[in-house]
């Protein structure tokens, strides 16, 4: 059975097509093997490469020391890339790259697992589960319709066209449907720019880590306190790897889409980087261990303690 399923992954990755942004969603397509898009600039490498090993020596991420790299773009209008990690043929972990207006790159979000964001393999099984699709014969027939959307951590999604039309958005990482159509799409995300476009110039350049902190996985509908208590306060949340350093379980929602979805996440620890910049660590069953810039988080969602 894990032949198969490697197989039908291999047989995905062929038949996705040229992803688009948002903004070029309406444009037409052609079915473009992943591999001709895999070509990117010597810096980009150089970056992702460099923050790979600084997160290698991590006992997370350890099997990055090892791990082969494919970079694809995320589409025009995105001014991203994704990173996926495979060891022994197997996902470990993925990382998220943008563009900085003023040049460079900015390391947009990281994680460390099997299911790693837009993994075809999680994609198709999610297809198949949710009665989607019939069998992965419907797909070797005619290839699937997708685009990755990506404008923030808490906004990516794969766009998929079925073969009568309808529209779909499913999560980057779960594969799950989302209760969302084209119109709350682009409503959600018309006045967005890319994460590296709408943050401050960095201090320094990203290269090491400076602190790290790993935590116990929780269950966060244990309680649920953005139900009925006020969020953590500005002055709150600038103390949260202190809350965090002591073992405190902090929750994190965002609700997105007029309320349709939300998004309540277990924060499990941190990574502060040489230039103060401060990731913090979720635990999900999918994609594993996913690390989100504190900014990204706090213009979309809330911590609850």
Do not use: C
């Amino acid at each position: 059975m894990r032949n198969w399923t490697a197989m039908i992954a291999a047989v995905l990755s062929a038949l996705l097509l040229t992803t688009l942004s948002p903004q070029a969603a309406s444009a037409s397509t052609a079915s473009v093997p992943t591999a001709s898009v895999q070509a990117v600039d010597a810096p980009l490498q150089q970056h992702v490469h460099n923050w790979a090993e600084a997160l290698s020596n991590q006992p997370a991420f350890k099997a990055w020391k090892t791990a082969a790299t494919t970079i694809v773009p995320l589409g025009p209008g995105t001014h991203g890339w994704l990173a996926t990690f495979t060891a022994a043929g197997k996902p470990v972990g993925y990382m998220i790259v943008n563009a900085r207006p003023e040049g460079g790159y900015a390391l947009g979000e990281y994680g460390a697992g099997s299911h790693p964001a837009f993994d075809p393999n999680t994609m198709y099984n999610a297809l198949l589960r949710q009665g989607l699709i019939g069998s992965y014969s419907e797909i070797a027939k005619k290839p699937l319709h997708l685009e990755r959307l990506y404008l923030s951590p808490m906004l990516a999604a794969w766009k998929w066209t079925a073969p009568n039309a309808e529209t779909y958005y499913l999560d980057a990482w779960t594969g799950e449907a989302l209760p969302i159509t084209d119109s709350a799409w682009s409503a959600q995300t018309v006045s967005r720019k890319p994460e590296a476009w709408s943050g401050e110039k960095p201090k320094a350049e990203l290269s090491k880590l400076a602190a790290a902190k790993t935590n116990q996985s929780f269950d966060p509908f244990e309680r649920m306190p953005w139900l009925n208590q006020a969020p953590l306060s500005n002055q709150q949340v600038a103390k949260l790897t202190g809350m965090l350093d002591k073992l405190a379980q902090i929750r994190y929602t965002a609700e997105l889409f007029k309320s349709s979805v939300l998004y309540v996440l277990p924060a499990v620890g941190y990574h502060r980087w040489n230039n103060d910049k401060l990731f913090v660590a979720f635990e999900q069953s999918f994609p594993g261990t996913r690390y989100i810039p504190i900014e990204a988080l706090n213009r979309e969602g809330r911590f609850y303690r």
